[in-house]
């Protein structure tokens, strides 16, 4: 496999709708000691307070949450879309306080030179510093319908807004 090359974002051209939304992505976030990784299938691009910036949605119950809620990073991994049904499908539902689930999934974890953890078996990855983490209230829900379907458990989101210090592509 090639290794990751560093894209310059000024030429980078990304469908978020079909990133995130058809495709999914893992998010990961810790240290060296411990680094944990989620799917999320929803997220974007753009620029908020004159920066490059991703924003993902993160449930409260998910283990990740507690890794990057204590640290200033996390990363964004995408796949080919062949790995929806088996990795990234995997990955959203084990748990990474109850086994290595990178590990088991036959994945390997490499660091940035910040030390920002990533997925080394993607085609692209954001390397992103923690600007926001926004509770998603649901009283700030519009739609009860959206209350009803995504939010029966209670389990809410967390918006994480970071901005996008370096791509890396192969």
Not at 73 to 81: E, V
């Amino acid at each position: 496999m090639h290794t990751f090359q560093p894209y310059p974002i000024e030429l980078f051209e990304f469908n978020p709708f079909n990133r995130f939304g058809k495709d999914w992505a893992l998010l990961s976030a810790g240290n060296r000691e411990k680094t944990n990784a989620l799917t999320v299938k929803c997220g974007g691009v753009g620029v908020l307070w004159e920066k490059n910036v991703c924003y993902v949605f993160v449930r409260q119950s998910k283990y990740t949450k507690e890794l990057i809620d204590n640290g200033d990073n996390f990363s964004l991994t995408f796949f080919d879309p062949s790995m929806k049904k088996s990795v990234l499908k995997y990955m959203m539902m084990a748990s990474g306080r109850d086994e290595d689930k990178i590990k088991a999934a036959g994945l390997n974890v490499d660091y940035s030179d910040a030390d920002i953890p990533y997925i080394d078996s993607g085609n692209l990855v954001f390397l992103c510093r923690k600007l926001s983490a926004t509770y998603i209230d649901p009283e700030d829900i519009l739609e009860d319908d959206i209350l009803k379907d995504q939010y029966d458990d209670k389990d809410y989101h967390t918006m994480y807004v970071g901005e996008i210090l370096q791509i890396l592509a192969r």
